[in-house]
């Protein structure tokens, strides 16, 4: 039998190691405090595409790592998934919060809902129209990620808000 000799440098596993980098790189950039904007414009100085002549350390920090990752066959396509889903992220929680400040409520109500993420509060949520129970929420949200966290209390609100009739009023309870 005839053994094929030519070099193939494919390791083992190569999508578990690009997850693995990735999740080094996402520890890197929520470590460093980076926003998708510093790491976005660090992937275009890296990529050579930037308009931007700022000499931000802060940036080429960022810059720096990329590049290193790509010398090392990091797939370059990675970090605009990666770019992409941080700022989902961080459009949730901006998201969140606009939507709780413009609700119909005092502000003690709307601290209350603020406070269920930002402080990480299991409990109950109870929406009450015009003073009746109207929906009951048990709130158990130690592990959840912020942003599905914020995603999810979303729902939970514009699903509540929905079923108000036009000119009865509304209130949350959250117990803890």
């Known amino acids: 039998m005839k053994e094929n000799n030519f070099p193939i440098n494919i390791p083992m596993n190569s999508e578990t190691l690009i997850e693995e980098r990735l999740k080094q790189f996402s520890l890197f950039v929520k470590a460093g405090g980076y926003t998708p904007d510093q790491v976005r414009e660090a992937y275009y100085q890296a990529m050579g595409v930037s308009d931007d002549k700022n000499e931000d350390e802060t940036i080429k920090t960022i810059a720096t790592e990329m590049e290193s990752m790509i010398a090392d ?11 992409e889903k941080e700022q ?6 901006k ?7 413009n609700l119909q409520l005092s502000q003690k109500e709307k601290n209350m809902l603020l406070s269920i993420l930002k402080k990480r509060r299991n409990g109950e ?10 929906v009951r929420v048990d709130l158990e949200i130690e592990n959840a990620p ?21 000119g009865e009023k509304y209130e949350f309870i959250f117990t803890c």
Do not use: H, W
């Open 88 to 93: 989902e992220r961080e459009d949730a929680m």
């Open 146 to 166: 912020d942003t599905d966290l914020a995603i999810e209390l979303l729902k939970i609100f514009k699903q509540c808000i929905d079923k108000v009739p036009a």
């Open 73 to 83: 066959r990091f797939p370059v396509n990675r970090f605009v998934v990666f770019i």
């Open 95 to 101: 998201a969140y919060m606009t939507y709780v400040e």
């Open 125 to 134: 949520l109870e929406f009450l129209i015009d003073g009746k129970p109207s």
